[in-house]
Antibody
Framework: QVQLQESGPGLVKPSQTLSLTCTVS??????????WSWIRQHPGKGLEWIGY???????YYSPSLKSRVTISLDTSKNRFSLKLSSVTAADTAVYYC?????????WGQGTLVTVSS | QSVLTQPPSVSGAPGQRVTISCTGS?????????VHWYQQLPGTAPKLLIY???NRPSGVPDRFSGSKSGTSASLAITGLQAEDEADYYC????????????FGGGTKLTVL
């Protein structure tokens, strides 16, 4: 079955760019009608949709983050990536990648990113 | 302030039945978009529990059921077990403001 795994730095300095990668195994990110997604969860809080990229490359971002977010596909390595620029402490959260058809399934295990100097 | 409204917490004794509501509006649930539910056990990633209002993925016990009516949806858990203690989130699509995906604020289920 399809599995997703996030990777990237656990600590990012304020004003820098947060970069995470989600590696997909057990299936191709370029096939099927799926949206490859990023979702985050601030400590002790609920889930916040960041955005997703369709297998064709079309992207959709949360309006609240749109100016700072870029999601891209790397089909050669079967993975997709998140870049969030100009981060502040408010971007400290657990970041999840997930596959979406209409619902999100499966999810990666999540990775904690702390923004601090 | 989440677009979908859930009670912050619910509780029940083992064996009891509890329900968790998810209230939306005419731009999401009321517009006919499906509702999905996720279970997040402590320290773990969310897991799909119910999809398309009332469907259970393989492996999810039939103690969990979902329904939708008007601008709201509900998750019901019968025969409550200690292992059901978790956070539960509803999710739908919203046609306004290019939001696409909306989540409820989450409900903490405590098994007494």
């Amino acid at each position: 079955q399809v599995q997703l795994q996030e990777s990237g730095p656990g600590l990012v300095k304020p004003s820098q760019t947060l970069s995470l990668t989600c590696t997909v195994s057990g299936g191709s990110i370029s096939s099927g009608s799926y949206y490859w997604s990023w979702i985050r969860q601030h400590p002790g809080k609920g889930l916040e949709w960041i955005g997703y990229i369709y297998s064709s490359g079309s992207t959709y971002y949360s309006p609240s983050l749109k100016s700072r977010v870029t999601i891209s596909l790397d089909t050669s390595k079967n993975r997709f990536s998140l870049k969030l620029s100009s981060v502040t402490a408010a971007d400290t959260a657990v970041y999840y990648c997930a596959r979406r058809s209409d619902w999100f399934d499966p999810w990666g295990q999540g990775t904690l990113v702390t923004v601090s100097s | 302030q989440s677009v979908l409204t859930q009670p912050p917490s619910v509780s029940g004794a083992p064996g009891q039945r509890v329900t968790i509501s998810c209230t939306g509006s005419s731009s999401n649930i009321g517009a006919g978009y499906d509702v999905h539910w996720y279970q997040q056990l402590p320290g773990t990633a969310p897991k799909l529990l119910i999809y398309a209002n009332s469907n259970r993925p393989s492996g999810v016990p039939d103690r969990f059921s979902g329904s939708k009516s008007g601008t709201s949806a509900s998750l019901a858990i019968t025969g409550l077990q200690a292992e059901d203690e978790a956070d539960y989130y509803c999710q739908s699509y919203d046609s306004s403001l290019s939001v696409h995906v909306v989540f409820g604020g989450g409900t903490k289920l405590t098994v007494l």
